[in-house]
């Protein structure tokens, strides 16, 4: 197997992973149950400190097997009850007991929030505190840094018991630097690979085809496939592949912004992109009647484009991330209806063209709102694409797909930084 083709399944394999519940808020979980374990003694009291946007990341939505919104719940449900080995799953097994006393804490005052100025845009820090069987005192402190399970230091009582090698960057965001990937390579990649070293990626169908249908079996969030799904049997709309698409993958995303316990198959440290990024591709397999062998080779298509586009710009910023995603899972589908590669060029033109202001004023319900309005920019441009036709040289959108992801980037880093600043302060006043 080719060398960079190595480095691309490493990279999907890194940050294409199952994750419970909204990624920020989990990070947090995650946190607190490494320094739970490390603290030795029931946790007594805890202080969570999170960069501007994991906090804004973490105000409004529900945390799985909580019933509840915010940092300070999923901080003291991982301390309580949360599986330090579980990574992003760190809640699955949480129990109602296990919640009762992590609230019990809260109600007591001893779970600490704030906001600090940090390195990096993912950033938590969290301390534990508690007394050990003959009552003496200790503290446990565990910091991630540049990923949502990336722990950078771990102290117990205060002497530093853990260090990443600094000059190992691992950061979500630089996840590409020096590897040799384009849109080009990616195409090649994803229809060339043997399917045996790409099988894996089916897991993403299952997990989020699940949590779609638990979106539309349950009343979560702002029910907005269930919402669709009502219109379509009140004859107001019809079940189009476009609605289908939209219905299916916005029931995902209110199951699990809504606090549904499954998990799902995230993206670059989002599940509502895992989402966007999966289950338009899987419509569109089903509508084309494609292989499961086709079915991968178009998921690996969508995912490591998202990421590679991606890798242009913050991981957590102004920018709805949505967009870029269902940029890539638009590609996917032109791969599916049997498309060139030029072809799938013009649909990442043209996803990007028609909704890249969109942006992320933190994760909450409404979130499924903006799945699906990338969703649909995804079918537009798609079947705009199979007709060849493509937005080029207009606005940010360049007459070559590269210089468009750079283009993007350029407005997230250089264009965006004030109007994260603007959205936080809002949201926090």
């Given at each position: 197997?080719?060398?960079?083709?190595?480095?691309?399944?490493?990279?999907?394999?890194?940050?294409?992973?199952?994750?419970?519940?909204?990624?920020?808020?989990?990070?947090?979980?995650?946190?607190?149950?490494?320094?739970?374990?490390?603290?030795?003694?029931?946790?007594?009291?805890?202080a969570v400190v999170v960069s501007d946007n994991?906090?804004?990341?973490?105000?409004?939505?529900?945390?799985?097997?909580?019933?509840?919104i915010g940092l300070a719940i999923a901080a003291a449900a991982g301390a309580i009850g949360g599986k330090a080995d579980a990574g992003l799953e760190v809640l699955a097994a949480i129990t109602p007991e296990q919640v009762a006393r992590a609230q019990a804490l809260i109600d007591e005052?001893?779970?600490?929030?704030?906001?600090?100025?940090?390195?990096?845009?993912?950033?938590?820090?969290?301390?534990v505190s508690g007394h050990d069987e003959q009552g003496e005192e200790h503290s446990a402190e565990v910091t991630l840094c540049g990923g949502h399970t990336r722990i950078v230091e771990q102290r117990r009582d205060g002497e530093v018991t853990f260090a990443a090698d600094p000059t190992q960057s691992g950061a979500t965001g630089a996840i590409c630097d020096g590897v040799d990937i384009s849109i080009a390579a990616i195409h090649e990649f994803a229809t060339q690979v043997e399917f045996e070293q790409i099988r894996f990626i089916l897991q993403a169908s299952e997990l989020n085809g699940r949590l779609s249908d638990e979106g539309m079996s349950n009343p979560y969030g702002l029910e907005i496939g269930r919402t669709m799904q009502q219109n379509i049997q009140a004859g107001l709309i019809g079940e189009d592949v476009m609605n289908r698409i939209v219905?299916?993958?916005?029931?995902?995303?209110?199951?699990?912004?809504?606090?549904?316990?499954?998990?799902?198959?995230?993206?670059?440290?989002?599940?509502?992109?895992?989402?966007?990024?999966?289950i338009p591709v899987v419509v569109i397999a089903e509508r084309y009647g494609a292989s499961e062998e086709q079915l991968a080779r178009a998921l690996i298509m969508s995912h490591l484009g998202a990421i590679y586009i991606k890798s242009h710009y913050p991981p957590l910023s102004a920018f709805c991330g949505n967009t870029v995603t269902s940029a890539a899972a638009a590609m996917a589908m032109v791969y599916l209806a049997g498309g060139s590669f030029e072809q799938s060029c013009h649909a990442i033109q043209n996803v990007l063209s028609d909704s890249a202001g969109m942006v992320c004023d933190g994760a909450k319900a409404s979130c499924a709102m903006k799945v699906s309005t990338s969703s649909s920019a995804a079918v537009r441009g798609f079947l705009m694409a199979l007709n060849s036709h493509s937005v080029s040289g207009q606005g940010i959108v360049a007459g070559n797909v590269e210089q468009t992801i750079r283009n993007?980037?350029?407005?997230?880093?250089?264009?965006?930084?004030?109007?994260?600043?603007?959205?936080?302060?809002?949201?926090?006043a």
């Open positions: 197997m080719k060398q960079a083709w190595q480095q691309y399944l490493k990279i999907i394999q890194q940050v294409v992973k199952p994750a419970l519940g909204c990624t920020e808020p989990i990070a947090a979980a995650y946190a607190a149950a490494v320094a739970a374990r490390a603290l030795g003694c029931e946790p007594e009291r805890l994991l906090y804004k990341n973490s105000m409004g939505v529900y945390v799985p097997g909580t019933g509840r005052g001893a779970v600490l929030v704030s906001r600090t100025e940090a390195p990096e845009f993912i950033y938590c820090r969290v301390t219905m299916r993958t916005a029931a995902a995303s209110d199951a699990r912004m809504g606090g549904a316990s499954l998990p799902a198959m995230s993206n670059f440290g989002s599940g509502n992109q895992g989402i966007a990024a999966t993007v980037g350029q407005m997230v880093k250089d264009g965006m930084a004030a109007t994260d600043s603007t959205i936080i302060d809002i949201m926090s």
